[in-house]
């Protein structure tokens, strides 16, 4: 198992950027992968980002070019820099890793983008 603690959401201008983080209670070498989610009111939830324990990253259509997720394994911890935010950015944001066939996911932090 794994726990996983997100934080770096808040309230932002359209245009502007955020960097959220996500801490994890174990070596992120030692899970599969670990990306960001996101979810906004009524609709499902979405992969924004991910990156394999080997370091392959894969990126949402929507975000290429924009966010970037990378990692500091010396503090088993994932971000997700979002540049160039827009309005359709806002949801809440949920870090998950990947372990085996088992989804472990963190709490989730509210990222909002005002026009």
């Known amino acids: 198992q794994v726990q996983l603690v997100e934080s770096g959401g808040g309230l932002v201008q359209a245009g502007g950027s955020l960097r959220l983080s996500c801490a994890s209670s174990?070596?992120?070498?030692?899970?599969?992968?670990m990306g960001w989610y996101r979810q906004a009111p009524g609709k499902q939830r979405d992969l924004v980002a991910s990156?394999?324990?080997?370091?392959?990253?894969n990126y949402a259509d929507s975000v290429k070019g924009r966010f970037t997720i990378s990692r500091d394994s010396a503090k088993n911890t994932v971000y997700l820099q979002m540049n160039s935010l827009k309005s359709e950015d806002t949801a809440v944001y949920y870090c998950?890793?990947?372990?085996?066939?088992?989804?472990?996911w963190g709490q989730g932090v509210q990222v909002t983008v005002s026009s």
């Open positions: 998950d890793a990947k372990i085996g066939s088992n989804d472990y």
């Open positions: 174990r070596s992120i070498f030692s899970v599969n992968a």
């Open positions: 990156i394999t324990n080997w370091g392959r990253t």
